[in-house]
């Protein structure tokens, strides 16, 4: 089946600096990805919709300069959380969907900022 | 705009029964799909079921159906005899027609299986 890839697990950063999480589809082409940031105990919210080659879709209230993604190929995407603090330590997790297939998440990281 | 209600916070249930996990939504599109995810404490988002909106019979998978009521706008899922693997979050969540229509999610039931 599709399989989505998502690096790293957890990571742990200081406040000011930039976290990078990539989202690899292994095994199909990845047309449009999503991504979600989850805090505890609540639901998956959508911060960008993204399809290859093209800039990002950002959902309202989302900060584009501070969530840069990146889409540049069928197979990978990635997101950059930039100059992080730590009201962005959260739950984030990609949805990859290609032509036939339906959504495949990523296994998601957490974000700790310190 | 498309909207997921999922009214229960939290449901209990016996191993080896059946439970009933609340699920409606609302929107103006004609074409969607309707989603199930089981997501346990590691975070991963586990795909259980699928319904399109077409689909005259309740989709079925193992365990897991989905009772689709199109007129009542609901999409219950029903797990039968519940095991202690079941505990865990439920997410209900819907997609509009198109490979780029994102999903949207409901706010979640925990389910707690017991002895």
């Known amino acids: 089946g599709a399989v989505v890839s998502q690096h790293p697990s957890w990571v742990i950063c200081k406040s000011g600096t930039s976290v990078k999480i990539e989202c690899r589809s292994l095994d199909f082409q990845a047309t449009t990805m999503f991504w979600y940031r989850q805090f505890p105990k609540q639901s998956l919210m959508l911060m960008a919709t993204?399809?290859?080659?093209?800039?990002?879709?950002?959902e309202q209230g989302v900060e584009k300069d501070k969530f840069l993604i990146n889409h540049a190929s069928l197979t990978l995407s990635t997101l950059t959380v930039t100059s992080a603090h730590p009201e962005d330590s959260s739950f984030y997790i990609c949805?990859?969907?290609?032509?036939?297939?339906?959504?495949?998440f990523g296994s998601g990281t957490r974000l700790t900022v310190v | 705009a498309q909207k997921i209600t999922q009214t229960q916070p939290g449901m209990f249930v016996q191993e080896k029964e059946a439970v009933t996990l609340d699920c409606t939504y609302d929107?103006?599109?004609?074409?969607?799909?309707l989603f199930w995810y089981k997501q346990p404490s590691s975070g991963e988002m586990i795909f259980l079921i699928y319904q399109g909106s077409y689909d005259e019979q309740n989709a079925t998978e193992g365990r897991y159906s989905l009772n689709f009521q199109k007129a009542r706008k609901s999409a219950n899922l029903v797990i039968s005899a519940s095991q202690l693997g079941d505990s865990a979050m439920y997410f209900c969540a819907m997609s509009g027609a198109g490979t780029a229509s994102k999903l949207t999610f409901g706010t979640g039931t925990r389910l707690q299986v017991t002895l």
């Open positions: 949805s990859a969907r290609g032509l036939y297939y339906g959504y495949t």
């Open positions: 993204s399809n290859e080659g093209s800039k990002a879709t950002y």
């Open positions: 929107t103006s599109d004609q074409s969607y799909g």
